[in-house]
């Protein structure tokens, strides 16, 4: 697990479909009070993984720590 890389949500692309929260087996993620997906355990997020990127179908999900 990584310390530096963890998904970021970008809300004007979100449309609260809640894929990436199902998606993610590793606790990374719960559904915050206004409805939009929140990263409440970044240090659980598997370094390189991309899964919930891969599933986000409108791109709202970019990653700190990434370097592309």
């Known amino acids: 697990m990584a310390k530096n890389w963890y998904p970021i949500i970008d809300h004007d692309k979100c ?7 199902n998606f993610c087996k590793h ?4 559904i915050g009070d206004g409805g939009y997906p929140l990263v409440i355990n970044p240090d659980n997020c598997v370094e390189f993984c991309r899964g919930c990127q891969k599933i986000c179908d409108n791109d709202a999900i970019s990653y700190f720590g990434d370097n592309k």
Request: with cysteine; hydrophobic share 25%.
């Open 15 to 21: 449309i609260q479909c809640y894929q990436c929260v």
């Open 27 to 30: 606790d990374v993620y719960t």
